[in-house]
């Protein structure tokens, strides 16, 4: 029993300084948002100043016309009820003139600052590493510029009107409330402490309540961008259904953490507004009396009715604003943790310059494992590939194939060992000299939303439109380019979905010729082409490989035939190595490979 409440208390400690280790994280990123706009942000609180002073103002000015105004009016005078008005009016002017600057200039300073985050943060999630990408959910990533951003607006936004501005409107009116009668303000400052109760009340358990509606919310995109994303597999395994319901229980969720919020207002709003009619009802008395009594003028007493209805607003906004800074502080903390994230590729601070290379690779004892708790996916490897090679990685599903061809594009970096181009450790080389020079094409095919051509020049931004006919010609995808409506102009549309697997994947062919890398990648990059296509982009394979270094992985042994070179991989490690001719004659696991190729093809010639 001591040793399970030990082991409580201490994961509960640990709980308490990692929260406070991410409020202060939070607080930090805030702080460098703001740092730069500091003289910005003290003019804004200038202006709010004197805009709540002219605001609070009104009231007294009130109280004087009333009081020094009609008496002399009944004596003929007109001067001070004319001043009283005139002083209303400018200070009504005054007010509202600076609260449009405090807008205008507040809400452009806030946009600035969010546009500074936002693209910190995009960039950011470039530069972190296939493994980041792999773990972290998608959806929780469009969270981060979506709706926690929204919420750091609010408080960007509204905040300093707020702090300020919610705050000195308070300090003003009880200054002026205690000047003008010393008994209204003892009475307002009693009933400020059931008030003041009731919003650290509130505001404790609000704070709760908005973490719940911000991390319900998260789920919810995250499920519908993930559900979004992979509506193929939704659509084939008939997951309608399911994801459906999952997505309903967490809108259920999300819908009871609101409604909680809607309840604790409930009670809040209407106690606190409960509070301001006592409030008024008791100066109105206590003044009221002391009227008759002499002891206080009319005007005084309207002032103070005036300054009564006035004094729990801030009150109001100020707990309505703690509700918006909870959902912020909630959001700031997911982005900086976002922002904390640091990529285990980076980099080299001295990076060595590799103009030309000839494309030797070499692997030097090189292993691999995805994370600490996991078996090697690649066991100690040493392979050295002569420029100019093509070399042909076949294997079982999870063989370690596709591991070999990321470490050589330097998705990861081995857990042991390096591996080199021309004899330079590729960790020693920036990230634009090595994909330069190494250049790996997926199954995936990607195209990004936007023309043809556009997506075929991605390979070299650079390039002519003379130069991305070519490549697509050479290719061989000219052909069904050139009957899409707009020709090279035709937008894919989002992912590219304008076109099939296959025709995607010529494309991303094209990209790679134009691109010209010295060492080229090939991961499973025919497996979408059907029998006829694939025999059709053979000859602008050839060409696409040319005299560079070619690394092809594949299932379909018509593009392995291809190679110099086969290594047959299992189990991480590399089991035969050779020309395909010598592995066919050594009667090995590719000779079967091979031999089950050729009854498939007699297979379909006798059908």
């Given at each position: ?200 009340w509130f505001q404790k ?225 920036d990230m634009e000299t ?149 592995l066919i004659e050594a ?21």
């Amino acid at each position: 029993m001591s040793g399970s409440g030990r082991a409580r208390g201490t994961g509960a400690a640990d709980y308490q300084r990692m929260t406070r280790a991410e409020r202060r994280a939070s607080l930090r990123l805030l702080g460098t948002l703001l740092q730069p706009y500091r003289w910005q942000l003290a003019g804004l609180s200038i202006v709010v100043v004197i805009a709540q002073l002219a605001s609070v103002a009104g009231p007294a000015i009130i109280a004087w016309g009333i009081d020094n105004g009609i008496p002399a009016l009944l004596e003929g005078n007109a001067t001070p009820a004319v001043a009283a008005s005139v002083a209303q009016i400018v200070a009504a002017l005054v007010a509202g003139g600076l609260m449009y600057v405090f807008i205008r200039w507040n809400m452009t300073l806030g946009q600035t600052m969010l546009y500074g985050l936002r693209r910190r943060l995009f960039l950011h999630s470039q530069r972190l590493d296939m493994k980041f990408h792999e773990s972290y959910a998608s959806g929780r990533t469009v969270a981060r510029q979506t709706s926690d951003m929204d919420a750091l607006a609010q408080l960007l936004n509204s905040g300093l009107d707020i702090m300020v501005g919610s705050v000195l409107q308070m300090v003003f009116t009880m200054v002026l409330i205690l000047t003008m009668d010393l008994p209204s303000g003892v009475v307002m400052a009693g009933l400020l402490v059931p008030a003041t109760m009731l919003t650290v009340w509130f505001q404790k358990r609000s704070s709760v309540i908005y973490r719940q509606i911000q991390t319900n919310s998260a789920r919810l995109i995250s499920h519908f961008v993930e559900t979004v994303s992979g509506i193929r597999a939704v659509k084939t395994y008939r997951r309608q259904q399911a994801n459906g319901e999952r997505y309903e229980q967490l809108a259920e969720d999300h819908r009871q953490s609101a409604l909680r919020s809607i309840q604790l207002f409930g009670i809040y709003q209407p106690t606190l507004r409960w509070l301001s009619s006592i409030t008024i009802a008791a100066v109105l008395m206590v003044g009221g009396f002391r009227v008759l009594g002499g002891e206080l003028q009319v005007g005084v007493l309207i002032a103070l009715v005036l300054y009564a209805r006035r004094f729990f607003q801030p009150i109001d906004e100020i707990a309505n604003f703690y509700n918006t800074f909870q959902s912020a502080v909630a959001a700031l903390e997911k982005i900086s943790g976002l922002l904390a994230e640091k990529p285990s590729v980076t980099n080299p601070q001295e990076p060595v310059a590799l103009e030309k290379a000839s494309g030797e690779i070499e692997f030097h004892d090189v292993s691999f494992r995805y994370h600490d708790d996991l078996p090697l996916a690649l066991q100690p490897t040493s392979l050295h590939v002569p420029a100019g090679q093509t070399v042909a990685i076949v294997g079982s599903t999870g063989a370690g194939k596709s591991t070999i061809a990321k470490l050589m594009a330097r998705f990861y970096d081995p857990s042991n060992g390096t591996i080199t181009l021309d004899g330079v450790n590729l960790k020693d080389l920036d990230m634009e000299t090595l994909t330069q020079h190494i250049v790996m094409v997926t199954q995936e095919s990607y195209l990004f939303s936007g023309s043809v051509a556009q997506n075929i020049a991605i390979g070299n931004p650079a390039a002519s439109r003379e130069e991305i006919r070519a490549a697509a010609a050479i290719i061989g995808a000219d052909t069904f380019i050139d009957k899409l409506p707009e020709g090279f102009d035709t937008d894919v549309r989002a992912k590219g979905g304008r076109m099939s697997a296959g025709q995607r994947q010529l494309v991303s062919f094209a990209r790679a010729f134009l691109a010209d890398p010295t060492v080229l990648i090939l991961d499973e990059a025919t497996s979408s082409l059907d029998a006829p296509t694939e025999a059709l982009v053979q000859e602008g394979l050839k060409e696409l490989l040319g005299e560079r270094t070619s690394f092809i992985i594949a299932h379909r042994l018509s593009t392995v035939m291809i190679a110099d070179r086969v290594l047959v991989v299992e189990g991480g490690q590399i089991v035969e190595d050779g020309t395909p001719e010598e592995l066919i004659e050594a009667g090995g696991q590719f000779a079967q490979l091979h031999q089950a190729w050729q009854d498939s093809l007699s297979d379909a010639e006798q059908q």
